[in-house]
């Protein structure tokens, strides 16, 4: 499995040809992702490359939707994150349930976190997001009175959602580091390597189980991971695989996802001096503008694993190869959406997939979606006119989740609080 395996990292092979020798995972597909997309829309909807065992990429909203819906069964959602080795946890679990489950056990396993992450229990955690936000740009402004210019990836964005997961996983939020390691791991750079059993995400996640074993608490109360040691599925205790499983979703997800989304936005202001004013300035706007954020920015492609030989649009899938879901692709099809490549601050028609489509559905989008708002909010009340430092310096991350790792930005004088 990838997070246990023998390869150690190496530099990628150059793209010869998007369009037949793609690699997610290139410095050069996370700079100009857009592009790309955009280019093989119009010229090969569907891409095939023969990096990771063969995959494919297809760029049209009608085809990744039709894929993400899955009506014939021409796909499994066992391995979600496209590898050099194939998911080592067999069905119906999956390695990281609800998510990598298909039916029928993904709907009892997704209904499992319902629950935690309704819209009742988001808002409660929005006053300890809102805290957060502050006392990290509190750090930030005072290193740019040092020094000229802060990194809103580094100092602000990628923090807020490790504090909020945290919270809601009973994590020492000192770990932040250790979370982020994982997460370049599994989803921006998933090759083999040879790693100590101790220092893989299943270990610590077993060990975090075991205390709550020894020490179970009442039904209704303790962290997430409590929850999921105290609930059924077909009448029996979750397995400890499946436990692990979600809760590495849980992680995984709740950080990287929501961290690159922060980090799009920001970017995206720190270019576009009329829609930052329009943001801080008219609270009504910013609804519609956390929606476009979401579209224009989306940040997550899932992988499906072909479930048997079947065509697309004329193109010879095969059985086990593996497929990519560029969700944010689709929301730059113009076909789905007016005017796909620009950002309409106050877009009123907007139904974008940045959460995905179909019964895979993220159900963490409340989390998502309170996060954003609330890492916005704080942040352009506060940092009122801000700019890029230098745009050559950003970095986006590679592989399936793309955002800014990298953001340094200058505080226009006078306008900070």
């Not at 492609?301 to 593996?322: F, S, Y």
Request: net charge negative.
């Amino acid at each position: 499995r990838n997070r246990k395996g023998t390869l150690v990292d190496a530099d990628k092979a150059p793209v010869s040809d998007w369009q037949t020798d793609f690699d997610h995972t290139h410095p050069d597909y996370a700079a100009n992702a857009h592009q790309i997309w955009d280019e093989l829309r119009s010229e090969c909807p569907v891409a095939h490359s023969e990096r990771f065992g063969g995959m494919w990429l297809p760029t049209r909203h009608e085809d990744i939707e039709a894929i993400a819906k899955n009506a014939d069964g021409n796909y499994t959602s066992q391995g979600v994150v496209v590898s050099e080795v194939r998911p080592g946890i067999e069905p119906p679990i999956g390695e990281a349930p609800p998510i990598t489950s298909d039916p029928p056990f993904h709907a009892p396993a997704r209904k499992l976190l319902l629950e935690p992450f309704a819209p009742k229990q988001i808002k409660a955690l929005e006053p300890f997001a809102r805290q957060a936000c502050h006392e990290l740009l509190d750090n930030a402004l005072a290193k740019s009175d040092d020094q000229g210019w802060f990194d809103a990836a580094i100092d602000y964005s990628q923090n807020i959602p490790v504090r909020v997961i945290a919270e809601m996983l009973g994590l020492p939020p000192e770990d932040g580091d250790k979370f982020r390691t994982f997460i370049h791991h599994i989803i921006e750079n998933p090759i083999e390597r040879d790693i100590p059993e101790e220092d893989t995400i299943d270990w610590y996640f077993d060990e975090q189980i075991a205390k709550r074993r020894a020490n179970p608490k009442p039904s209704g109360e303790g962290d997430l991971i409590d929850h999921l040691l105290g609930v059924e599925i077909f009448g029996e205790p979750l397995a400890q695989e499946h436990v692990r499983g979600t809760v590495i979703l849980l992680l995984v997800a709740g950080i990287d996802t929501n961290w690159s989304a922060i980090g799009s936005a920001i970017w995206h202001l720190a270019q576009n001096p009329a829609d930052l004013a329009r943001f801080r300035d008219d609270p009504q706007v910013r609804p519609f503008a956390i929606e476009e954020f979401l579209r224009a920015y989306a940040p997550v492609t899932m992988a499906r694993i072909v479930a048997q030989d079947h065509e697309l649009n004329g193109c010879p899938l095969k059985k086990d190869d593996w497929l990519l879901l560029p969700f944010p692709a689709a929301n730059r099809d113009p076909e789905a959406f007016e005017d796909a490549d620009k950002f309409v601050i106050d877009r009123q028609k907007n139904r974008h997939g940045a959460f995905g489509l179909g019964i895979h559905r993220c159900l963490g989008s409340n989390l998502a979606r309170m996060e954003l708002a609330v890492a916005l909010e704080v942040f352009v009340e506060r940092v009122q006119e801000f700019s890029l430092v230098d745009p050559s310096k950003v970095r986006f991350s590679t592989g399936q989740i793309r955002g800014p790792r990298e953001l340094p930005i200058s505080v226009n004088s006078n306008t900070s609080l």
